[in-house]
């Protein structure tokens, strides 16, 4: 595998279902991201983490909780999630975040659909 | 407050007819505007990055440009397989990336 790999690709969970987003990122970087893609808004940083150690969190619900158990490696927990929260979910990996060139590179995403 | 816009929203070419995206932005010191490519149902690919105003960078068909304002996408005789929707994204006074809605290009043989 090269690059940045998610699973699943396609997800359909109940609203009281517990899944989880696998990320892996095979680039030797130390920043990994969760971003949301909605249909007609820009992507929506959710979780950064900086050498293992989540840095941000865009005031995103309690019901997405990130992991990070190392630099190569990182999910996305979901639990009670709502409608609204259908969408594309995003990992990026970039070489650290405040690197100069601080190109950051996407994985295919997970589409998740909530019913 | 950091802000990128991106202009249009969709265009619609005929292969072989150059064109240009535009990116707006609003910033607090400049450190960095990325360029992405993003196929339908498909991460964004990383396409160019630019720092300082009077840069350029080009990859086949595409060169991207930046002023102090603005950052330009110019699409040269352009073909189908460069529709996708491209993506810009400032780096912004946080650090993080922030990103426009995107332009929505679709090149017809």
């Known amino acids: 595998e090269t690059g940045v790999t998610q699973t699943p690709r396609h997800l359909v969970m109940g609203m009281t279902n517990k899944k989880s987003l696998k990320c892996e990122q095979h680039l030797g970087h130390n920043a990994m991201y969760w971003y949301k893609q909605s249909a007609k808004k820009p992507l929506e940083l959710m979780f950064v983490?900086?050498?293992?150690?989540?840095?941000e969190n865009n005031s995103v619900p309690s019901r997405f909780s990130p992991e990070c158990p190392n630099s190569s490696h990182l999910f996305l927990h979901l639990h009670t999630l709502q409608p609204e929260d259908s969408a594309l979910y995003l990992c990026?990996?970039?070489?650290?975040?405040?690197?100069?060139?601080?190109?950051?590179?996407f994985g295919p995403g997970t589409r998740l659909t909530v019913l | 407050e950091d802000q990128v816009t991106q202009s249009p929203e969709a265009l619609r070419l005929q292969e072989g007819e150059s064109s240009s995206l535009n990116c707006s932005y609003t910033v607090s010191g400049l450190r960095g505007l990325f360029w992405y490519r993003q196929d339908p149902g498909k991460g964004p690919e990383f396409l160019f990055t630019?720092?300082?105003a009077g840069e350029e960078k080009e990859k086949e068909r595409l060169k991207a440009t930046l002023t102090k304002k603005e950052s330009f996408l110019h699409i040269t005789a352009p073909k189908p397989e460069d529709s996708a929707t491209y993506l810009c994204a400032v780096r912004g006074s946080q650090g993080n990336l922030i990103f426009g809605k995107g332009t929505k290009l679709s090149v017809k043989p």
């Open positions: 990026a990996s970039s070489q650290d975040k405040s690197a100069r060139y601080g190109e950051q590179f």
């Open positions: 630019l720092y300082s």
């Open positions: 983490y900086n050498f293992k150690e989540q840095t």
